[in-house]
């Protein structure tokens, strides 16, 4: 088929053809495509997939590195040494921004190529129906004549024309901009002149399924979708930055103020002292060079992309960089219950029969091998009659998937579907062989807002309907027990962990059985007068590792809170289970939280006393969320579903899940849990905490050594000494000595006592009291003690070259020194394991190592005006350097306590 071929066929107007013409023309079948056919077809249409964005090339990222106000001043600095002919001077500069920019531009680039992987990793999947069999592919596999099977919360992937729809809504609003769902149909047919909006009988990729079912025929993929006509203009590129990193260049133009503010000041003083003109210009430059933290972008890009590395091995996802930072600053986690919390592994344990009593299920998760027992004992031939018929109808009403292969079983589906198909199967029936005898005529799905769903099967020459969901729900549809006993049964099973589906059949009169003739609407109506078959007990086991996770929580000083659709008697025993509350005071339904949303100081009176919501609707999540967020909490939700996806907007972290999470939830999330895991959850809080506590790390070192380099220069002004050290030489310290020590912080190791500190307050700046203080302290030590050593020296007669030389060795050795101090705010070195940042240590020995050899090479040492030096005068520099340990290891060890103590309150 030639190119032409192919888009004419991808550009027929499908809305104006029937079903039966449009798989006519698709070269298709009801039964779907034969796997040879479908590979064959995606040789010739190609994957279903849309242009990406360019991805940030190293040239780009390269160019990138000069948007920063800091660069401008830098070269301005550059051009000024070359103005006075300090070309030597001017040349390092030059070539020094050059590695910084080579560094940063590479760490994008990096950064860009682990985001790509991410997209790559995060496969979305959908159900298919080739050679009459579903199974799951990968939706860039789909080709044109494919008959697919979407659902609530899925994102339509393809350009399709519906066979079936069953309360189909649709959100189309990403391709149109029309913010109305739309109702979809199968079987009307439209004009070929029809607006996008009007054709309801097709569903465009890009759209969501808010609710409903539909079985679909593929008609365009990739570029020949609607969507992928302007696939274009999806693919321009955008650039976000996370909160830490504007926070930085808000910062960097303080500094950038700072520095011009300084050099006034500094200048006005050389001018008054008398000073040649182009001296002044001489210690404005390397003022300048001094103030700015050159590398500090380039450390925090490392920083973040280290954790996200580390949050990858915990199976934690991470979408944004924001959301590393983010997530360490958690104080209240909302989890879903489900897969979460538990297994997701749901078994049917006990079966209760009205007059008949409770019966045992034998076997665990999907395995069938367990058998039904009576006390212990065998059931009868009229017990297996009964519970064969509540089985009948826990089959029929039923969208799973469940059947045994040469390698034992397949499944796929909601969990309760597939425990009821298990059931089935250890009572020797089959949904097939079911399907058989009673065909589906209609089904009514399962919503969450429902909470129950139904299929109505012809039965002989009649029709039945087979019903499941919450008890309350479906004993308001039955009239043949005692309601009263049913309920308390019901309430008996649920306060033991079990998670009740109750079941009921009855045959329906005047019910067309021509398909197309029922709607939803008319069908519910019809659903009283029926026979309850009994409830089924179905446990989730709870996560052993979820219980020692939310321990965690709690010494972190982290609220957490189950939000589910469960009863809340059953969500009260897996809450005790799990830790998180003992008593019934501490759940609240969502009915009873309904009376308090239009009080606010009650509902925060709520919010703060409950742990568990029951019985919750998806758009209380949202009311919870925002809730949670004026009471000043800085909020993670988790969810899998579509109708979680408001709350996982509106959260300050959106986690979703990786295994059973909906498009619609992992699109709206931040993080994505590959495991479903909650101690996951923790694992990344943890690597979250460490991340911004290493950022805090890199910044303070840099600006402690920087405000050194201020206090130096100040004095030497103030006492009109020669300047202290020249652009270069500081350029070398900020950018080879300290660049390679801050990376290296990047590196470090966080203990598990992050997890016994209280969250940081979402607001508190990063140059917080702690750090001031210690900046000062540190910084003030090491400028004082290098002004007195170059007065010294200068007093006994040494050069000016000879004294700035030793100088500049005790800034290097300083500044190798404190980035040991640097590796941790509070704990004294003495008490950390020297060793756990191996990249540290090597990056210190290589750092001085580095400047040795620069002594011994002409053009560094031409370039740094350098000179060799002797042992005994590197003693003396080693020696005094100890210094700035010995006073922030004073600190730490008689202000730190009271200072954290006072912070605390």
Same mark, same amino acid.
């Given at each position: 088929?030639?190119?032409?071929?192919?888009?004419?066929?991808?550009?027929?107007?499908?809305?104006?053809?029937?079903?039966?013409?449009?798989?006519?023309?698709?070269?298709?079948?009801?039964? *779907?495509?034969?796997?040879?056919?479908?590979?064959?077809?995606?040789?010739?249409?190609?994957?279903?997939?849309?242009?990406?964005?360019? !991805?940030?090339?190293?040239?780009?990222?390269?160019?990138?590195?000069?948007?920063?106000?800091?660069?401008?001043?830098?070269?301005?600095?550059?051009?000024?040494?070359?103005?006075?002919?300090?070309?030597?001077?001017?040349?390092?500069?030059?070539?020094?921004?050059?590695?910084?920019?080579?560094?940063?531009?590479?760490?994008?680039?990096?950064?860009?190529?682990?985001?790509?992987?991410?997209?790559?990793?995060?496969?979305?999947?959908?159900?298919?129906?080739?050679?009459?069999?579903?199974?799951?592919?990968?939706?860039?596999?789909?080709?044109?004549?494919?008959?697919?099977?979407?659902?609530?919360?899925?994102?339509?992937?393809?350009?399709?024309?519906?066979?079936?729809?069953?309360?189909?809504?649709?959100?189309?609003?990403?391709?149109?901009?029309?913010?109305?769902?739309?109702?979809?149909?199968?079987?009307?047919?439209?004009?070929?002149?029809?607006?996008?909006?009007?054709?309801?009988?097709?569903?465009?990729?890009?759209?969501?399924?808010?609710?409903?079912?539909?079985?679909?025929?593929?008609?365009?993929?990739?570029?020949?979708?609607?969507?992928?006509?302007?696939? /274009?203009?999806?693919?321009?590129?955008?650039?976000?930055?996370?909160?830490?990193?504007?926070?930085?260049?808000?910062?960097?133009?303080?500094?950038?103020?700072?520095?011009?503010?300084?050099?006034?000041?500094?200048?006005?003083?050389?001018?008054?002292?008398?000073?040649?003109?182009? $001296?002044?210009?001489?210690?404005?430059?390397?003022?300048?060079?001094?103030?700015?933290?050159?590398?500090?972008?380039?450390?925090?890009?490392?920083?973040?992309?280290?954790? !996200?590395?580390?949050?990858?091995?915990?199976?934690?996802?991470?979408?944004?960089?924001?959301?590393?930072?983010?997530?360490?600053?958690?104080?209240?986690?909302?989890?879903?219950?489900?897969?979460?919390?538990?297994?997701?592994?749901?078994?049917?344990?006990?079966?209760?029969?009205?007059?008949?009593?409770?019966?045992?299920?034998?076997?665990?998760?999907?395995?069938?091998?367990?058998?039904?027992?009576?006390?212990?004992?065998?059931?009868?031939?009229?017990?297996?009659?009964?519970?064969?018929?509540?089985?009948?109808?826990?089959?029929?009403?039923?969208?799973?998937?469940?059947?045994?292969?040469?390698? *034992?079983?397949?499944?796929? *589906?909601?969990?309760?579907?597939?425990?009821?198909?298990?059931?089935?199967?250890?009572?020797?029936?089959?949904?097939?062989?079911?399907?058989?005898?009673?065909?589906?005529?209609?089904?009514?799905?399962?919503?969450?807002?429902?909470?129950?769903?139904?299929?109505?099967?012809?039965?002989?020459?009649?029709?039945?309907?087979?019903?499941?969901?919450?008890?309350?729900?479906?004993?308001?549809?039955? #009239?043949?027990?005692?309601?009263?006993?049913?309920?308390?049964?019901?309430?008996?099973?649920?306060?033991?962990?079990?998670?009740?589906?109750?079941?009921?059949?009855?045959?329906?009169?005047?019910?067309?059985?021509?398909?197309?003739?029922?709607?939803? #609407?008319?069908?519910?109506?019809?659903?009283? $007068?029926?026979?309850?078959?009994?409830?089924?007990?179905?446990?989730?086991?709870?996560?052993?590792?979820?219980?020692?996770?939310?321990?965690?929580?709690?010494?972190?000083?982290?609220?957490?809170?189950?939000?589910?659709?469960?009863?809340?008697?059953?969500?009260?025993?897996?809450?005790?289970?799990?830790?998180?509350?003992?008593?019934?005071?501490?759940?609240?339904?969502?009915?009873?939280?309904?009376?308090?949303?239009?009080?606010?100081?009650?509902?925060?009176?709520?919010?703060?006393?409950?742990?568990?919501?029951?019985?919750?609707?998806?758009?209380?999540?949202?009311?919870?969320?925002?809730?949670?967020?004026?009471?000043?909490?800085?909020?993670?939700?988790?969810?899998?579903?579509?109708? $979680?996806?408001?709350?996982?907007?509106?959260?300050?972290?959106?986690?979703?899940?990786?295994?059973?999470?909906?498009?619609?939830?992992?699109?709206?999330?931040?993080?994505?849990?590959?495991? $479903?895991?909650?101690?996951?959850?923790?694992?990344?809080?943890?690597?979250?905490?460490?991340?911004?506590?290493?950022?805090?790390?890199?910044?303070?070192?840099?600006?402690?050594?920087?405000?050194?380099?201020?206090?130096?220069?100040?004095?030497?002004?103030?006492?009109?000494?020669?300047?202290?050290?020249?652009?270069?030489?500081?350029?070398?310290?900020?950018?080879?000595?300290?660049?390679?020590?801050?990376?290296?912080?990047?590196?470090?190791?966080?203990?598990?006592?992050?997890?016994?500190?209280?969250?940081?307050?979402?607001?508190?700046?990063?140059?917080?009291?702690?750090?001031?203080?210690?900046?000062?302290?540190?910084?003030?030590?090491?400028?004082?003690?290098?002004?007195?050593?170059?007065?010294?020296?200068?007093?006994?007669?040494?050069?000016?070259?000879?004294?700035?030389?030793?100088?500049?060795?005790?800034?290097?050795?300083?500044?190798?020194?404190?980035?040991?101090?640097?590796?941790?705010?509070?704990?004294?070195?003495?008490?950390?394991?020297?060793?756990?940042?191996?990249?540290?240590?090597?990056?210190?020995?290589?750092?001085?190592?580095?400047?040795?050899?620069?002594?011994?090479?002409?053009?560094?040492?031409?370039?740094?005006?350098?000179?060799?030096?002797?042992?005994?005068?590197?003693?003396?520099?080693?020696?005094?350097?100890? *210094?700035?340990?010995?006073?922030?290891?004073?600190?730490?060890?008689?202000?730190?306590? /009271?200072?954290?103590?006072?912070?605390?309150?």
């Amino acid at each position: 088929m030639t190119g032409n071929e192919t888009r004419k066929k991808h550009l027929k107007l499908w809305h104006a053809l029937t079903i039966e013409e449009s798989i006519k023309a698709l070269d298709s079948q009801f039964k *779907g495509l034969l796997q040879k056919e479908a590979e064959a077809r995606l040789q010739v249409y190609g994957p279903n997939v849309l242009p990406k964005s360019k !991805r940030l090339g190293l040239f780009r990222a390269y160019l990138r590195q000069f948007k920063s106000p800091l660069m401008y001043m830098l070269l301005i600095a550059a051009g000024i040494s070359f103005g006075i002919q300090q070309f030597s001077d001017g040349l390092f500069i030059v070539c020094v921004l050059q590695l910084n920019s080579i560094i940063g531009a590479v760490q994008e680039w990096k950064s860009d190529l682990q985001a790509e992987e991410l997209d790559e990793a995060l496969l979305s999947f959908v159900t298919v129906f080739r050679e009459g069999i579903k199974k799951r592919i990968i939706a860039s596999e789909l080709v044109p004549g494919d008959i697919v099977f979407l659902e609530s919360g899925d994102y339509v992937p393809v350009d399709a024309r519906l066979l079936e729809a069953c309360e189909l809504l649709v959100d189309e609003s990403t391709l149109t901009g029309e913010s109305v769902p739309i109702r979809k149909s199968s079987h009307e047919i439209f004009p070929k002149d029809a607006f996008l909006t009007e054709r309801k009988n097709m569903l465009f990729a890009g759209s969501v399924m808010l609710s409903g079912r539909a079985k679909a025929l593929v008609a365009g993929t990739g570029l020949y979708t609607e969507i992928g006509a302007i696939a /274009s203009a999806l693919a321009r590129e955008s650039e976000t930055e996370t909160p830490l990193l504007i926070k930085m260049r808000q910062f960097t133009k303080r500094i950038g103020f700072f520095t011009l503010l300084a050099i006034t000041v500094i200048g006005a003083i050389q001018i008054l002292q008398g000073n040649d003109i182009k $001296d002044v210009f001489l210690i404005a430059v390397a003022l300048a060079v001094s103030i700015i933290p050159e590398g500090l972008p380039v450390a925090l890009t490392v920083a973040l992309s280290v954790a !996200r590395h580390r949050m990858g091995k915990h199976n934690v996802i991470v979408r944004t960089l924001s959301a590393i930072e983010g997530l360490g600053a958690t104080t209240f986690i909302a989890s879903d219950k489900t897969g979460t919390l538990t297994c997701n592994k749901l078994t049917v344990k006990l079966i209760y029969i009205p007059e008949h009593g409770l019966f045992e299920i034998g076997g665990e998760g999907y395995k069938v091998n367990g058998c039904a027992q009576k006390e212990g004992g065998p059931v009868s031939e009229e017990s297996l009659g009964i519970l064969q018929k509540l089985a009948i109808t826990g089959a029929l009403c039923n969208e799973g998937v469940f059947k045994e292969t040469s390698s *034992g079983y397949s499944y796929f *589906g909601d969990t309760v579907d597939v425990s009821l198909l298990v059931l089935a199967s250890k009572l020797g029936l089959n949904k097939e062989t079911l399907h058989s005898y009673f065909p589906e005529i209609f089904l009514v799905p399962y919503e969450p807002s429902r909470k129950f769903s139904a299929s109505y099967n012809k039965d002989g020459g009649g029709v039945s309907v087979h019903v499941k969901g919450a008890a309350e729900i479906i004993l308001s549809m039955c #009239e043949n027990a005692n309601k009263k006993d049913l309920r308390e049964q019901s309430e008996v099973l649920a306060k033991k962990g079990y998670r009740v589906i109750a079941l009921a059949t009855g045959h329906i009169k005047d019910v067309d059985i021509e398909k197309s003739h029922l709607s939803i #609407e008319g069908t519910i109506e019809k659903l009283q $007068d029926l026979e309850c078959l009994g409830f089924v007990g179905i446990i989730d086991p709870v996560r052993e590792d979820s219980i020692d996770a939310i321990e965690s929580c709690k010494k972190a000083g982290i609220q957490v809170a189950m939000i589910t659709g469960d009863h809340p008697a059953t969500a009260l025993t897996i809450a005790r289970k799990l830790g998180m509350a003992t008593t019934a005071e501490e759940v609240i339904t969502g009915k009873d939280l309904t009376k308090f949303e239009a009080d606010p100081l009650e509902m925060a009176r709520l919010l703060r006393e409950k742990k568990v919501f029951s019985r919750v609707l998806p758009m209380q999540k949202l009311i919870i969320v925002d809730a949670l967020k004026k009471l000043g909490h800085f909020v993670t939700v988790t969810g899998d579903g579509v109708n $979680d996806a408001p709350a996982l907007h509106e959260a300050n972290i959106g986690i979703s899940m990786g295994k059973e999470g909906t498009d619609v939830a992992r699109k709206a999330s931040d993080i994505i849990l590959i495991d $479903d895991k909650f101690s996951s959850i923790v694992s990344g809080i943890f690597e979250g905490r460490a991340a911004y506590d290493n950022t805090r790390k890199v910044i303070f070192l840099l600006l402690s050594t920087g405000f050194a380099e201020i206090i130096l220069f100040f004095a030497t002004s103030l006492f009109n000494l020669p300047i202290p050290l020249f652009a270069a030489q500081l350029l070398w310290l900020n950018l080879v000595t300290n660049g390679i020590q801050d990376i290296a912080l990047a590196f470090e190791k966080s203990d598990k006592s992050l997890l016994n500190k209280q969250p940081r307050a979402p607001q508190e700046p990063i140059f917080n009291r702690l750090m001031i203080e210690q900046t000062v302290t540190s910084g003030g030590f090491m400028g004082c003690i290098a002004f007195f050593l170059f007065w010294i020296v200068l007093k006994l007669g040494w050069s000016e070259s000879d004294a700035r030389n030793i100088l500049f060795l005790l800034m290097v050795v300083f500044e190798n020194l404190h980035a040991l101090n640097s590796r941790s705010e509070e704990k004294r070195l003495l008490s950390l394991n020297f060793f756990s940042n191996p990249f540290l240590i090597v990056s210190i020995i290589i750092a001085h190592g580095v400047h040795i050899i620069a002594m011994y090479t002409p053009v560094l040492r031409d370039v740094l005006k350098l000179q060799p030096i002797s042992l005994m005068d590197w003693l003396m520099t080693l020696i005094i350097g100890v *210094g700035v340990i010995v006073v922030a290891e004073s600190y730490k060890y008689f202000r730190v306590p /009271s200072l954290t103590d006072t912070l605390k309150k």
